[in-house]
Nanobody
Framework: QLQFVESGGGLVQPGGSLRLSCAASGFILDYDIVGWFRQAPGKGREGVSCITPSGGRTNYADSVKGRFSISRDNAKNTVYLQMHSLDLEDTAVYYC???????????????????WGKGTLVTVSS
């Protein structure tokens, strides 16, 4: 199957950090824009961040700016999401997918999202 495999989630206290990984399985990432998304309990899926193929351009949701950092290693076919200063509102299942735009978080959904993985659960709790 052509999909991402997300990992790195877990239980963390408020103020803590985690690094999520998103490995492409069955396809090469070199030419794809990749987005990170999350879905909190009882809420819809929202865009968190995105990165262009070369890594030269990134974008973030306002709620995570200054706390999260997206990066990629095309040689490893993997995209990362470094998360700092986590708070209760960051509790969610985190997913990645390939998208057609990194202009805004809303635009990531405009042309559909491909290669969804099963996600990794991040729980922020004291």
């Amino acid at each position: 199957q052509l999909q991402f495999v997300e990992s790195g989630g877990g239980l963390v206290q408020p103020g803590g950090s985690l690094r999520l990984s998103c490995a492409a399985s069955g396809f090469i990432l070199d030419y794809d824009i990749v987005g990170w998304f999350r879905q909190a309990p009882g809420k819809g899926r929202e865009g968190v961040s995105c990165i262009t193929p070369s890594g030269g351009r990134t974008n973030y949701a306002d709620s995570v700016k200054g706390r999260f950092s997206i990066s990629r290693d095309n040689a490893k076919n993997t995209v990362y999401l470094q998360m700092h200063s986590l708070d209760l509102e960051d509790t969610a299942v985190y997913y990645c997918g390939t998208v057609m735009s990194c202009d805004t978080m809303a635009r990531m959904f405009d042309f559909g999202v491909d290669h969804w993985g099963k996600g990794t659960l991040v729980t922020v709790s004291s």
